[in-house]
C-alpha cells in the first residue's frame, strides 16, 4: 500500500446526510418530514403541490394581462 | 394543469382492488422525502384479472394519454393496457403513470419484493422501500435524478439511526 492510498484509508467516509448537505440538500426538511408520519407527508407534499400550481396560475394570469396592456 | 389529487388517485385504485405498488416521487414523499411530485406512479400487476380491474375501475376518471394530440383516439381498456406496458395518463383526478415494470427491478413481482405496507389514508398500501427506490433510480441513471439519489440515501441513514 502506498502512502497515499495509507493515508486515505485514515480519513473517516462521509456519511450519506454529510453527503447531502455538501450536495445542497436542506436536510432540515427531511429531519421534520421525518417526523410525520407516511399520510401526513403526503397530505403536506400535496398541499405544497397544490399551492405551486395555484401560485403559477397567478404568475400566468398576471403576465397574460401585461401583454394585453402592451 | 390541475393539480393531482393523490390521495383521491391512490384510495380509488385501492378500492377498486387493483394489485398496484406506489412507486416514484409519491413514494419517496411518503418516506419522507421534500421534493414535490405532480403525478402519481405505480406499478401494476399484469395479469388479466388485474388488468381488467385497473380498466374498470379508471375507466370512470376518462384517462387519456398525457401530451396527446387533440382527437387522437385512444380507448383505454384490457387490450390496448395487455398491448402495452407503460403509460402516462391524464385523468379527472390528475395524472398518473401506470408502470408494468420498473428499471432497476423488473415486473411487477420484483418490484412487491421491493415494496413494505404502509398505512396510508386508512388503509394498507404497498410502497417501494427507499432501497429499491434507489435501485430504480440508479438503474434510470437521469441527471435529475441524482439529487434524488442523494437525499434518499441521506433519508436511509436517517430512517436506520431512528429504529
Not at chain 2, 383516439?73 to 408502470?99: I, M, R, S, Y
Not at chain 2, 432501497?131 to 433519508?155: C, P
Request: proline share 3%; glycine share 6%; charged share 30%.
Amino acid at each position: 500500500m502506498d502512502e497515499q492510498s495509507n493515508a486515505s484509508t485514515l480519513v473517516p467516509e462521509k456519511s450519506a446526510v454529510e453527503r447531502a448537505i455538501e450536495f445542497g440538500v436542506d436536510v432540515t426538511l427531511l429531519i421534520e418530514n421525518l417526523r410525520y408520519s407516511p399520510t401526513e407527508r403526503l397530505r403536506r407534499g400535496e398541499k405544497i403541490m397544490k399551492s405551486m400550481v395555484a401560485f403559477k396560475r397567478e404568475v400566468d394570469r398576471v403576465r397574460k394581462e401585461q401583454m394585453s396592456k402592451k | 394543469m390541475n393539480p393531482t389529487d393523490v390521495e383521491a388517485i391512490l384510495i380509488h385504485l385501492d378500492s377498486g382492488q387493483v394489485e398496484f405498488v406506489v412507486i416514484g416521487g409519491v413514494a419517496a414523499l411518503a418516506h419522507g422525502s421534500a421534493r414535490v411530485t405532480f403525478d402519481v406512479d405505480v406499478c401494476y400487476r399484469r395479469t388479466r384479472e388485474n388488468v381488467d380491474r385497473l380498466c374498470k375501475t379508471l375507466v370512470p376518471l376518462k384517462p387519456n394519454l398525457r401530451g396527446a394530440p387533440e382527437g387522437l383516439p385512444f380507448k383505454f381498456d384490457a387490450n390496448t393496457v395487455l398491448n402495452g406496458l407503460n403509460f402516462t395518463l391524464v385523468t379527472e383526478l390528475g395524472d398518473l403513470d401506470l408502470l408494468g415494470e420498473v428499471a432497476g427491478l423488473g415486473e411487477y413481482d420484483a418490484v412487491e419484493n421491493a415494496a413494505e405496507v404502509l398505512p396510508l389514508y386508512g388503509r394498507s398500501m404497498k410502497v417501494i422501500t427507499i432501497v429499491g427506490l434507489l435501485k430504480a433510480k440508479r438503474a434510470a441513471n437521469r441527471r435529475k435524478d441524482q439529487e434524488a439519489i442523494v437525499e434518499l440515501e441521506a433519508l436511509l441513514e436517517m430512517q436506520k439511526k431512528q429504529k
